[in-house]
């Protein structure tokens, strides 16, 4: 790919400590991908140190979110959503995520994931950021807080979208890009079938690195670099160069994180 090509990973864990041996250098293969732009979601509390740390390291590429993940919605989740307040009340996010619902592991903390889900959208209108979505087996229950929140103002990214083309046009009409990542690589991740009927500017590149690594990497531990693959899987489906695919969803990207 082209070195003035600034591709967009939306959404990585670059603080994951399966990167420990060789953080820097696996964002350096990043970057002399065209792989220049690097968001990153919160999980709970016990990373924030980590993304710091990210940050200072590599400014200019690393912009951070903060938020408490779904599966991390424990007993504990008041105080967790405390720091999530404290934390955007002290310095600059770009977003609030990764927050939503994931009934996929375990369904028992339903009512505290949709508390927990709800209070940072309202932090996301407090702040004016946008907000990054996880949703795992629980759309209905996810579009039915959206559906009570929205705003004109509220916009945001579903993460790693894996819906029907219709829960695709209902994401969207929340004013929220679809995340776009390996699974549109994969055989079975269906997504590739009906892609090609979205408008382009509804769209944005992810790889959540560590996880889910493209087609050829699949079952390996993914990274930044690998976004490549999905953008030349993307210029395929849409009949587009690499460079216009790039170009387009690092765009979408701005629309936004405003940066």
């Given at each position: 790919m082209e070195t003035n090509i600034i591709i967009t990973d939306t959404h990585t864990h670059l603080y994951s400590e399966q990167f420990d041996l060789d953080r820097d250098q696996m964002i350096q293969r990043a970057i002399d991908a065209g792989v220049s732009r690097f968001f990153i979601p919160a999980i709970?509390?016990?990373?924030?140190?980590?993304?710091?740390?990210?940050?200072?390291?590599?400014?200019?590429?690393?912009?951070?979110?903060?938020?408490?993940?779904?599966?991390?919605?424990?007993?504990?989740?008041?105080?967790?959503?405390?720091?999530?307040?404290?934390?955007?009340?002290?310095?600059?996010?770009?977003?609030?995520?990764?927050?939503?619902?994931?009934?996929?592991?375990?369904?028992?903390?339903?009512?505290?994931?949709?508390?927990?889900?709800?209070?940072?959208?309202?932090?996301?209108?407090?702040?004016?950021?946008?907000?990054?979505?996880?949703?795992?087996?629980?759309?209905?229950?996810?579009?039915?807080?959206?559906?009570?929140?929205?705003?004109?103002?509220?916009?945001?990214?579903?993460?790693?979208?894996?819906?029907?083309?219709?829960?695709?046009?209902?994401?969207?009409?929340?004013?929220?890009?679809?995340?776009?990542?390996?699974?549109?690589t994969f055989k079975n991740g269906k997504i590739d079938q009906f892609l090609s009927k979205i408008e382009l500017k509804h769209l944005v590149l992810e790889t959540d690195s560590p996880y889910l690594a493209p087609i050829p990497f699949r079952r390996k531990r993914n990274e930044s670099s690998y976004l490549v693959a999905v953008v030349d899987k993307l210029a395929q489906i849409y009949s587009l160069s690499a460079i216009e695919i790039a170009a387009i969803t690092t765009e979408n990207s701005k629309v936004v994180f405003g940066i």
């Open positions: 709970d509390s016990t990373c924030t140190q980590a993304m710091f740390d990210l940050e200072k390291n590599h400014p200019g590429h690393v912009f951070l979110m903060m938020g408490l993940h779904p599966t991390y919605v424990k007993d504990n989740y008041l105080e967790e959503l405390q720091h999530v307040e404290s934390e955007l009340a002290k310095r600059k996010f770009y977003a609030v995520g990764e927050i939503g619902i994931d009934l996929f592991w375990d369904k028992t903390h339903l009512k505290e994931q949709q508390i927990a889900f709800r209070k940072q959208i309202q932090l996301a209108k407090q702040y004016k950021l946008p907000i990054v979505i996880h949703c795992r087996d629980a759309f209905d229950e996810i579009f039915q807080i959206l559906e009570e929140e929205k705003s004109p103002e509220l916009i945001g990214i579903f993460h790693c979208f894996t819906g029907t083309y219709e829960q695709a046009l209902q994401a969207i009409s929340y004013n929220m890009k679809l995340g776009i990542g390996g699974v549109v």
